[in-house]
Structures are given as structure tokens and as C-alpha cells.
């Protein structure tokens, strides 16, 4: 088969797809788009996978090969010649999701920029890496699963780190800041596209607003703590200087996209988080007595992550949130009284950050 000539039909009929998509967005064209716009991962013209090292080392103890040398479709002999299927043990991961990558092709095919050759531009700017599956889930964990406006920031948020870096090609990766408008008629098809591009909306403008003001606050009165934000994000994480090397635990606060209070949060993310969690869970007295009033335990069994904190009272009207399902301890749970105010958010971090961070570190040191 002619590698070149099957590439550039692919390219031909991705473009009559985002095209039909555009102006004529119907439920059948939409399914046709994402079905091709998801499959990019199938081309030859992809560069070499990169690896995390993660992955690399795990995929070399169990094979003796270089994980980059295969894709999805691979299967591959273990040391002791189990034939094993390569994506049923690692993830092969988009650096650009899907998500960003279809929509920046609906975006300059309403401007009338799209044609072959920029849909072979956006393509060279792709980036595969194989990832173990607690990587993909700390990913998740930490909201880059749809969207990631920088790819290698998202990586670097979430600890993971590309094997060979320096030897490999991550310039011109695709970022994806989220400013895009899309026509009324598109949106109606695609409304997780109207809730993610859309134009920063009042209740964002809040969010920020508050986070930028809570930054400050931080600044101002607890300069020994970092702090990390994003526009467009809910969620506000801080953690010591001194402890900035330990990633068991996040402490933040969430405003939601209604600019509501959220939470303010010991999260637990890592592989130990259950463990930990249950740990925890033997001083619970003792440590709520030190907070100053109880707390939600969300051991949360359906998914590695957990969270430990206060809920805002947003969340205890009717239908809001399940606060007394199957992994919720909330039996004597106390909302906020308080909203967005700065200072009282401060000092709950600070206070939570507190109580907790010296209890996890020890747990840690024992396990």
C-alpha cells in the first residue's frame, strides 16, 4: 500500500467530514466526525512514540523491549513468552485529546482556513506517549482528561515524566487555549462543545476573580505556602514550600461553574489514597476535633481518588449531591456558612493543610 497516497486520502475525507459537520450539523455527520477526528492515532505519519519513564521501565522489566517501538495494535511476548496485548496494559495516550484536536478543526472550518495541508499541519503537532494506567488516572484525576490547554504542563502537573526528554521532538505541540466561539446552529449539536469554548461566561469571571483575590490573600498573610490556579478551572491547590516535593496529598478549595463553593478538600489521588484514607479514618475523631467540626469522608471505592473536607451548603440541596450514598460518611455533616469570602477560605486551607500534611507524611513514612 502507498503509505503517502492512503494519508492523503485520509486527510481529504477528515476534511469533507468537518466540512459536512459545519454546515450541516446533524446527529449522523456529528458521530461520522468524532469517529474520524478520534482516529488520527491510526496513521503512519505519526513521529515515534514517547514513553513516560514509568511506562518505559515497566514495559523493559516485563518484555526486555523498547515500549516506543509498538502502537495501539501491537502485541508483544513477555520474558516468559505470555503473548500480551500492548493498550491492554498501558495506556497509549493522546497528549492533544481528542476533544482539543476536533475542536480546533471545527474552529478554522467555520473561518474557512481548513484545508488539507492545515489538517496535515495539526496532525504533525500531535504527540502519542505511552503512559502506565495510574498516570492515565492521575490525569484524570486532575481534570486534563477532555481538555488540556498545554499538553506538557498538564504531564508535569500530574508527575509525569517523558523518558529520553532531551533526545525527543515536543516542540510545536499543540495548545489549546479555550477563547473559541462556535455558530449557534453547531452548538445545538454539540453542547459539550458549547459548555467547554464558549466565550468566559459571568460566573467564570467570578471564579477567577475570587482565586485571583485569594491568591493575594496568600501572598499577603501565609507567604511560606504556594499556590496553583488556572483561569477557566475550579479548583485552587496549595501546598508549603518545603513540602513541595510531596505528592500524596492536595489541599484545595472548588468553586464550581455556577461560582458556588464547592469544597475545601484533602484529596487523595495517589496509588496509596484508599490506604491512607483508611488510616486516616481511625483518628477521625481526633482529627475533626482538631479542625473544629466534622467532616466528609468520601473513601469514593468506585475510583482510586478520595476526598476528605467540608462541602459547601450549595451542595446539600435536594438533588445536588448524594451525601449519604455508599461511600459518604456524613452523618453529623456541618455546610459552610460562608461562601466566596476570601480570608474565611484562606484560613480553612491553612487549617486543613495543617491538620492533615503531618499525619500523611507520617503514614507514609511507615508503609
Not at 509525569?160 to 453547531?186: M, W
Request: overall charge negative.
Amino acid at each position: 500500500m502507498d503509505k503517502e497516497k492512503d494519508y492523503d486520502t485520509w486527510c481529504k475525507m477528515l476534511l469533507d467530514y468537518t466540512q459536512a459537520m459545519v454546515h450541516n450539523p446533524t446527529v449522523a455527520n456529528k458521530w461520522i466526525f468524532d469517529r474520524a477526528s478520534h482516529d488520527e492515532w491510526v496513521l503512519s505519519k505519526f513521529p515515534k512514540h514517547l514513553t513516560s519513564v514509568k511506562a518505559y521501565n515497566e514495559f523493559y522489566d516485563l518484555t526486555g523491549k523498547d515500549i516506543r517501538d509498538f502502537d495501539w495494535l501491537s502485541s508483544v511476548k513477555t520474558n516468559d513468552g505470555t503473548k500480551i496485548i500492548v493498550h491492554q496494559h498501558f495506556v497509549d495516550e493522546h497528549m492533544t485529546t481528542a476533544f482539543d484536536f476536533k475542536t480546533k478543526l471545527l474552529k478554522l472550518c467555520e473561518e474557512g482556513k481548513l484545508d488539507v495541508e492545515k489538517i496535515k499541519e495539526l496532525i504533525s503537532k500531535q504527540r502519542l506517549c505511552w503512559i502506565t494506567k495510574d498516570e492515565n488516572k492521575q490525569l484524570n484525576a486532575l481534570g486534563y482528561r477532555k481538555h488540556r490547554e498545554n499538553p506538557l504542563k498538564a504531564y508535569e502537573d500530574c508527575g509525569i515524566e517523558i523518558y529520553d526528554r532531551e533526545n525527543e521532538d515536543l516542540n510545536d505541540i499543540q495548545t489549546n487555549p479555550h477563547s473559541i466561539t462556535v455558530s449557534s446552529k453547531l452548538k445545538n449539536i454539540c453542547p459539550e462543545i458549547k459548555m467547554e469554548v464558549s466565550e468566559m461566561r459571568d460566573e467564570e469571571k467570578i471564579r477567577r476573580d475570587f482565586f485571583d483575590k485569594l491568591a493575594q490573600c496568600f501572598k499577603e498573610n501565609y507567604p511560606d505556602f504556594f499556590v496553583k490556579y488556572k483561569n477557566n478551572c475550579e479548583h485552587f491547590d496549595i501546598r508549603k514550600m518545603s513540602d513541595l516535593t510531596f505528592s500524596k496529598i492536595m489541599v484545595n478549595v472548588r468553586v464550581d461553574r455556577y461560582a458556588c463553593l464547592h469544597d475545601i478538600c484533602v484529596y487523595l489521588g495517589d496509588k496509596d489514597a484508599k490506604t491512607i484514607y483508611d488510616k486516616l479514618y481511625l483518628h477521625k475523631t481526633e482529627i475533626e476535633n482538631e479542625i473544629g467540626y466534622e467532616l466528609i469522608w468520601d473513601r469514593n471505592n468506585e475510583k482510586m481518588a478520595t476526598r476528605i473536607g467540608r462541602f459547601g451548603k450549595y451542595y446539600t440541596e435536594k438533588g445536588s449531591r448524594q451525601l449519604n450514598g455508599p461511600h459518604l460518611d456524613a452523618t453529623n455533616y456541618t455546610n459552610y456558612d460562608f461562601d466566596l469570602d476570601v480570608e474565611k477560605v484562606a484560613n480553612e486551607l491553612v487549617n486543613i493543610y495543617n491538620v492533615f500534611m503531618p499525619r500523611v507524611k507520617s503514614i507514609m513514612v511507615n508503609l
